[in-house]
């Protein structure tokens, strides 16, 4: 009673250090059991892990390469971070970016607007139907009780059939060979940075901005406090006399508002049309980012780019050593599963178990 | 003859605290020795030493002078040391036999032999004046009966040294009078008693020998007859304690809480609370006496907006409430400290300060527009923690680090923080240390003194009359009697606790 009991440090480098060890180690332990892999296979593994060096971040026009592949990763674990912190599990991020990529392709190709506003109300549009597609699971969830996860699954499958037919059926372009929607108007593309050489588009740009708010959301406004709240003890929300319904819906919106981000910035910065079956699996990867972030917002940015290099290296690490491109999924897996279970890591390199960051993922069922 | 236990010198340490140190006492054969400490003392831990569930670091425990090693509960039961604890280990869905002679059973063949079994407890059951129903499944058993179920489970396996953990915290004072007459009658015939408590009435009642302990040492050792609730209270403190509140006579003024024809039903769909109305005035604290669950919880959750009533209506200072929410009750100055302070009144991964205003985060100064005025925050965090004499090193402490005591001075100090016209408090102080509750006892009256109305709830009777102007009595769902709190008798309410009111008739 006497003694109060000494305060854990809440910021500083000591605990940034905390936060960053487990996700370093368990990308070098990933990439070690990968080159044994290699050795394996009697591939050369400096050959293929300069390669893969090479192809993520040799050269500019590599490393704008690997920011492209980092944007939707950057908006889907965002998205998911979201739902992480107000104890939901949004698994429906793949189904809302389908959702966000036809509004924005429905907008951008067949509405007239003025270039410019062209792009942005594309752009809202699709962050909108995001939007829209990730509140309904939430409203489920908060009138009925239906679990997200489930409703989460199930839309996705919704979301990507319903996308399908859309371009294949109405919105199909018949001048075209392939089963795609047409072009949207040039006046609705996110611009190029650098020029169309190095691919690098606005919407990197938008996705380290939407990063910023999050993070500024989460910890200096009201709905942020809700938010994580909610997360972190929905009872004493409840008593305190929080909405938690009314959260838990606004939650799946802005989660889902990011995840319609990723699709927009797809479509009108790099793809400029719709392919059918066009499912990329950014939404699940979008999982592996937030934990790799450890729920932070602006961790995500590292977490989307190392997970861009990665895949943007594999191509030249092919190339040079002839392993497969499907070792960096093998790769990406084990980085997943070690950060998953970190006390993995901790035990091989002998780190104390340290305070939880304190984040529920997801609750159980029925509440 | 040695003592037919002994300890000597008993040592745990578990990471940053000696949880007892040095502890020595002997328990003599027909004994009733009492262990009074606060929570946090080292009670516990030395009762699962003797019961084999700790491995003292140091020192020896000796049963009949010869000095044993006990290796978990089989081995202690095996040695004649029987434990009940303060939550019962029956099986619900089971009968009184089936759960006596679990893991125990009389077996016949492939059969297990039930009705040799029966006549054993039976036997039991008479010899120490413990009348159960040997048929009845657990489930449809009182409390009070429970526990003598538990009791002759661990005569059944021979235990001539019982343990009783906290054993009237789930009882009414009746039930309580029962259960000393049944320990009384056990030491007569020869059992030696370890009872635990906090309560120094009943330890006064009932001890032969009195051993307090206090941060883990022994720091007194006495009999009934030496020493006075005043004296066990700061042995147990370390320091005086005002155990009688101080409070000038009540001077109640507007009605502030009126509630009329309530009903209630519980998570279940069952009828909780089925009728019941009353008012509750600025400047008067009103106290709900009762077994847990007769309604109370279920009261407190209409009237703070948790759940929706079937029927009746609710009106703070003016405004109908009733089904619109907690936020709603929180807006028509009601302040709420919550039955379970850990899972309901705070959250416990966040910091002192952000707890501090868990129901006022969105308003002037700590929210302007969207966006949280942390400085804010920090400056009625540090005001409250001193205020309210919560004991940390920082405001930016999470709240899971605090004792119990402090946990629940910080909701104290939110509720009372912002100006109320209605506290409803439950179960203010359960499992809270003297001085913890001296304080938030104090808090209280001084909230009525401002003129606020209090509901208080509370199964601990003493703090009922402590406290409260007027006492009601609620008893399955109704409210079966009122009483001004300064003519109340405590022998009066217990009876009206178990149902029974002066006409002699059951409610």
């Known amino acids: 009673m006497s003694t109060p009991p000494p305060t854990p440090p809440t910021n500083g480098w000591r605990t940034w250090g905390g936060i960053l060890l487990v996700p370093v180690l368990a990308i070098f332990t990933a990439l070690v059991i990968g080159a044994i892999i290699i050795v394996a296979t009697g591939a050369d593994v400096l050959a293929a892990y300069g390669g893969l060096f090479m192809g993520a971040i040799g050269s500019p026009r590599a490393i704008a390469y690997t920011l492209v592949e980092a944007t939707p990763y950057v908006f889907g674990g965002l998205a998911v971070l979201i739902g992480f912190r107000a104890g939901l599990f949004n698994i429906g991020v793949e189904g809302q970016i389908a959702v966000g990529s036809m509004c924005a392709v429905i907008v951008g190709a067949f509405v007239s607007l003025p270039p410019g506003l062209h792009a942005v109300v594309a752009f809202i549009a699709g962050a909108l139907g995001g939007a829209l597609w990730g509140a309904i699971p939430g409203w489920l969830r908060a009138r009925t009780g239906a679990h997200e996860v489930i409703t989460t699954i199930m839309f996705n499958y919704i979301a990507i059939r319903s996308t399908d037919y859309l371009i294949k059926v109405p919105f199909l372009d018949k001048e075209s060979s392939s089963q795609r929607t047409p072009f949207i108007a040039e006046g609705a593309h996110l611009p190029f940075l650098f020029g169309p050489d190095y691919r690098l588009h606005a919407g990197f740009l938008i996705a380290l901005v939407a990063a910023v708010a999050t993070a500024w959301i989460l910890k200096r406004t009201i709905i942020g406090f809700e938010i994580k709240t909610t997360g972190a003890n929905p009872d004493a929300a409840h008593y305190a006399g929080m909405n938690v319904p009314r959260t838990i819906i606004l939650t799946m919106a802005l989660s889902g508002l990011m995840a319609g981000m990723a699709g927009a910035s797809q479509v009108l910065g790099l793809e400029h049309n719709l392919k059918a079956s066009f499912s990329a699996g950014y939404g699940f990867d979008s999982i592996a980012i937030a934990l790799l972030a450890a729920s932070n917002p602006i961790g995500v940015i590292p977490a989307a780019m190392f997970w861009g290099a990665l895949r943007n290296g594999a191509g030249l690490m092919q190339l040079n050593s002839g392993i497969s491109i499907n070792l960096i999924n093998i790769v990406q897996a084990l980085v997943i599963a070690f950060v998953a279970a970190d006390q993995i890591v901790r035990q091989i390199y002998r780190i104390r178990s340290a305070r939880s960051a304190g984040v529920t993922l997801s609750r159980g069922w029925g509440r | ?507």
């Open chain 2, 1 to 507: 003859m040695p003592p037919v236990l002994e300890v000597r010198n008993l040592t745990k340490r578990f990471p940053g605290i000696t949880a007892t140190d040095a502890v020595n006492f002997t328990l003599e054969a027909g004994e009733i020795h009492a262990f009074l400490g606060e929570n946090g003392a080292g009670k516990s831990t030395l009762m699962n030493m003797l019961y084999g569930l700790y491995r003292p670091d140091e020192g020896q425990i000796l049963l009949n002078g010869q000095v044993v090693q006990i290796n978990g509960a089989n081995d202690a039961i095996k040695r004649g040391l029987g434990m009940v604890h303060q939550h019962f280990m029956l099986v619900p869905t089971l009968t009184v036999t089936e759960n006596i002679i679990l893991g125990n059973e009389v077996v016949n063949g492939l059969l297990i032999d039930i009705a040799s079994a029966q006549q054993r407890i039976r036997t039991l059951a008479q010899t120490f004046g413990l009348d159960i129903p040997v048929d009845a499944l657990i489930h449809d058993l009182p409390v009070g009966v429970q526990q003598r179920v538990e009791i002759i489970k661990a005569l059944y396996r021979g235990a001539d040294i019982l343990i009783l953990d906290e054993p009237t915290a789930v009882l009414t004072p009746q039930e309580a009078d029962d259960l000393f007459v049944v320990i009384k009658r056990l030491k007569a015939q020869g059992k030696s008693i370890i009872f635990i408590s906090h309560k120094l009435r009943e330890v006064l009642a009932l001890a032969d020998r009195i051993s307090v302990l206090r941060r883990g040492k022994l720091v007194g050792d006495t009999t009934p007859a030496l020493a006075d609730e005043a004296k066990l209270a700061s042995m147990m403190v370390g320091r005086d304690v005002v155990l009688h509140i101080e409070k000038s006579p009540a001077t109640p003024g507007e009605v502030v809480l009126d509630i009329s024809h309530l009903q209630v039903a519980d998570e279940r769909g069952n009828i909780a609370v089925s009728d019941v109305s009353l008012q509750i005035r600025r400047g008067e604290i009103v106290g709900i006496a009762g077994v847990q669950g007769n309604g109370q919880t279920e009261l407190v959750a209409a009237v703070t907006g948790l759940i929706n009533p079937l029927r009746g209506t609710i009106v703070v200072a003016g405004a109908d409430i009733t089904g619109q929410g907690t936020n709603r009750a929180i807006a028509a100055g009601m302040g709420h400290i919550p039955e379970d302070r850990q899972q309901h009144g705070l959250v416990l991964s966040y910091s002192i300060a952000d707890n501090m205003v868990l129901s006022t985060y969105d308003i002037a100064p700590f929210a302007k527009g969207l966006i949280i005025n942390e400085a804010a925050i920090a400056a009625q965090a540090t005001t409250l923690v001193q205020r309210f004499d919560v004991r940390t090193g920082s405001i930016d402490a999470l709240a899971s680090t605090l004792s119990g005591g402090n946990q629940q001075k910080v909701v104290v100090a939110r509720e009372l923080a912002r100006p109320l016209n209605l506290l409803v408090a439950a179960q203010p102080t359960r499992g809270l240390d003297v001085g913890s509750i001296e304080f938030i006892h104090k808090s209280i009256v001084a909230e009525r003194d401002n003129g606020t109305g209090v509901l208080l709830v509370s199964a601990e009777l003493d703090e009922i009359l402590a406290l409260a102007d007027r006492i009601l009595v609620m008893y399955r769902g109704q409210v079966i009697a009122e009483v001004a709190g300064a003519d109340a008798d405590r022998n009066q309410i217990g009876l009206l606790m178990a149902g029974i009111t002066p006409t002699g008739a059951e409610a």
